[in-house]
């Protein structure tokens, strides 16, 4: 029998590092020491990981690509990747977590005042907790028109609506939303703390996969927000949501490759360590090439994921790269959750084992943060655009 040393390096040599050894052997065991050990009570109790992401923003790792100057490491996007594919190996909730947090802070970066990112920048290093607050009830995907209004007043912009089923609204500490003013959809950065805001918890707050804490309505009654508080141009918050989304993409890929590896390690350990028939059941051809077909699966979605990240980099093609990654790793995910149930038997489907918790988050990511039928639609815009009729 497989010791657990000798097991732990075995999946070292599995998966070839995407980025220098020793800045992943850092965060792994940031990720072992606080993420790891609640992982599953943050998912059976649906709460989010406050501790968890405490600890990686005290490490370094929610601010890695901001500039030195905003207390970042103006690292490149492959090391972001890694950080979300091996917190996601652990806890996805975590990886959802925090995409959020570079979600609010791409765009803040990308578009913000000077004065604003001077003001926001620096605090994600010291762990500030963010959200994304784009949707609405009457709109969903579709955010071009909203009925979450700003409209300026003085030195001051005033919110009012209610924003909905919004990923971190539960814990988070500031909230970038979309808001309809009168020259169109514009962005506006909020701080939880401020006059008029709150939040809801509705009868659809939670979900099977990803859960980081209730789906919250966020509600804004006459909040009163700084000039600079408007995130770039007004009228512009569309283009800036999508341009933002395009960046996350590629890290929500990230987070389907840390799944996926999860599932794909614990059956692997469980197919080597069970007897069947006077053999392991990994002895088994037909359980070898399921473990063949996965692999290869895994590491092809995996190289497209850092292919990705490198186009970040770059600022090269990022939509259609971007797509690609989510779409591939999504259904890499799910396909290979799906296959080590049932390569566990009994065993994968008990509440005691993980393999429930993989093919539930990896599922929900299929639709959230872009669905494969979105993404398709992107890739298929770039291929047009490349080859117009």
């Known amino acids: 029998m497989t010791m657990p040393d000798q097991r732990e390096a075995t999946e070292a040599r599995l998966w070839p590092d995407p980025v220098d050894g020793e800045f992943l052997a850092g965060l792994r065991g940031v990720v072992a020491a606080h993420v790891a050990p609640d992982a599953d009570r943050v998912d059976r109790e649906d709460v989010?990981?406050?501790?968890?992401?405490?600890?990686?923003a005290q490490a370094g790792y929610t601010s890695l690509t901001l500039p030195v100057e905003y207390g970042g490491q103006d690292a490149g996007f492959a090391r972001c990747a890694a950080v979300f594919e091996e917190a996601s190996y652990a806890s996805a909730a975590v990886g959802i977590s925090l995409i959020t947090i570079l979600q609010a802070q791409t765009i803040v970066r990308m578009f913000g005042s000077d004065s604003l990112r001077a003001a926001v920048l620096p605090q994600f290093r010291e762990g500030l907790i963010t959200s994304f607050a784009l949707t609405e009830a009457n709109h969903?995907?579709?955010i071009r028109s909203l009925d979450t209004k700003a409209a300026r007043h003085g030195?001051?912009?005033v919110l009012t609506g209610r924003?909905?089923?919004?990923?971190?609204g539960s814990a988070a500490e500031a909230y970038v939303i979309l808001a309809e003013t009168e020259r169109g959809v514009s962005s506006f950065f909020v701080?939880?703390?401020?006059?008029?805001v709150s939040t809801e918890k509705g009868p659809n707050a939670a979900t099977f996969g990803l859960r980081n804490g209730p789906h919250v309505d966020l509600v804004l009654q006459g909040v009163a927000i700084p000039l600079d508080h408007l995130i770039g141009m007004e009228g512009k918050g569309v283009r800036q949501a999508v341009t933002t989304l395009?960046?996350?993409?590629?890290?929500?890929?990230?987070?389907?490759?840390?799944?996926?590896?999860?599932?794909?390690?614990g059956a692997l350990r469980f197919a080597r360590d069970r007897?069947?028939?006077d053999r392991s059941v990994f002895e088994l051809q037909g359980i070898?090439?399921?473990?063949?077909?996965?692999?290869?699966?895994i590491d092809a979605a995996r190289l497209l994921t850092y292919q990705a990240a490198h186009a970040l980099d770059r600022h090269d093609q990022i939509a259609r790269f971007s797509s690609e990654a989510k779409l591939m790793a999504s259904r890499v995910a799910t396909e290979t959750a799906s296959r080590a149930v049932q390569i566990c038997g009994a065993y994968g489907v008990m509440e005691s084992a993980p393999f429930g918790r993989y093919l539930r988050d990896a599922k929900a990511y299929e639709i959230a943060g872009g669905s494969s039928e979105i993404l398709k639609n992107t890739i298929a815009k770039r291929l047009r655009d490349l080859h117009p009729a």
């Open 155 to 157: 030195d001051q912009w």
């Open 48 to 56: 989010y990981p406050v501790a968890a992401i405490k600890a990686l």
């Open 191 to 196: 701080r939880r703390d401020m006059a008029g």
């Open 140 to 142: 969903g995907s579709d």
């Open 163 to 168: 924003k909905s089923f919004i990923t971190s």
């Open 288 to 297: 070898q090439w399921y473990f063949a077909e996965m692999l290869t699966d």
């Open 246 to 265: 395009d960046f996350s993409r590629t890290v929500a890929a990230a987070i389907s490759i840390g799944i996926a590896r999860a599932a794909f390690d």
């Open 275 to 277: 007897i069947a028939f």
